[in-house]
């Protein structure tokens, strides 16, 4: 089993900076692809980025593309999203995701393990 945890969410203003971490134990999660997703209130989960297992491969939904940055740190366990330039259409709750896969993956329905979430809101 992993278990994964998400920090670093909070109220900002547009314009400003955010750093996700993303925490990951139970097991080692070094060869396991990893992604963030986001939910907005009354919207479906939505992808955001996805990193394949060495960080060497990496996608980003179109709508953070130049302002996210999607990275891992094997030997921490830990995964993060470095967003810049935040909108006020970037309020969600940031899910963390990992698959027993090595390959990265946008599809939610391929992540094996889900962290709970943390809020992020940003203010126009």
């Known amino acids: 089993q992993v278990q994964l945890v998400e920090s670093g969410g909070g109220l900002v203003q547009a314009g400003d900076s955010l750093r996700l971490s993303c925490a990951a134990s139970g097991r080692s999660v070094k060869y396991y692809a990893m992604g963030w997703f986001r939910q907005a209130p009354g919207k479906e989960r939505e992808f955001v980025a996805t990193?394949?297992?060495?960080?060497?491969?990496?996608g980003l939904a179109d709508s953070v593309k130049g302002r996210f940055t999607i990275s891992r740190d094997n030997a921490k366990n830990m995964m993060y999203l470095q967003m810049n330039s935040l909108k006020p259409e970037d309020t969600a709750v940031y899910y963390c995701?990992?698959?027993?896969?090595?390959?990265?993956?946008?599809?939610?329905?391929?992540?094996?393990?889900w962290g709970q979430g943390t809020q992020v809101t940003v203010s126009s």
């Open positions: 995701a990992t698959r027993a896969n090595a390959i990265d993956s946008f599809q939610a329905s391929e992540y094996d393990y």
């Open positions: 990193i394949n297992w060495s960080g060497g491969t990496t």
